[in-house]
């Protein structure tokens, strides 16, 4: 089966490289990922198996994240709009205009599965549509 955008694994882990360099300074998620995540090349490879299984159409990738988002605690539905925001970013830094565009249509439309997966807090609305 063709991928659904076909973007190299290379390009894949070049991706989640950078967005998780920018989350790391980010003064909004930063501390949220820093509560869970210790193991840094082990949490980014596994976020290489996500995407390359929704991008690549491999097998490779088996959590659930709706589950884990929710489970954490402190991960709150606004934060996908700074999380879809560094991402479109880190995805026009490393892609080509068109793969950067299609990949970021499918992030927001997970981006905005997995906010609703949360309680929603009061005042917040839906994530934007980015792009």
């Known amino acids: 089966m063709p991928p659904r955008i076909p973007v190299t694994p290379a390009q894949i882990e070049a991706v989640v490289a950078q967005f998780y360099a920018a989350v790391r300074m980010d003064p909004i998620l930063g501390p949220v990922f820093a509560r869970h995540v210790a193991d840094w090349p082990s949490h980014e490879a596994?976020?290489?198996?996500?995407?390359?299984?929704?991008?690549?159409?491999?097998?490779?990738y088996d959590g659930n994240p709706m589950q884990v988002h929710a489970a954490a605690g402190n991960v709150k539905p606004d934060h996908f709009v700074v999380w879809l925001s560094l991402f479109e970013k880190v995805l026009h830094e490393e892609l080509p205009?068109?793969?950067?565009?299609?990949?970021?249509?499918?992030?927001?439309?997970?981006?905005r599965g997995?906010?609703?997966?949360?309680?929603?807090?009061?005042?917040?609305?839906?994530p934007p549509v980015l792009g």
């Open 46 to 60: 596994k976020i290489v198996r996500f995407w390359r299984n929704a991008l690549l159409l491999e097998r490779c």
């Open 97 to 111: 205009p068109a793969l950067a565009q299609s990949w970021s249509l499918l992030a927001q439309r997970i981006g």
């Open 114 to 126: 997995l906010s609703y997966g949360l309680p929603q807090s009061t005042g917040v609305n839906a």
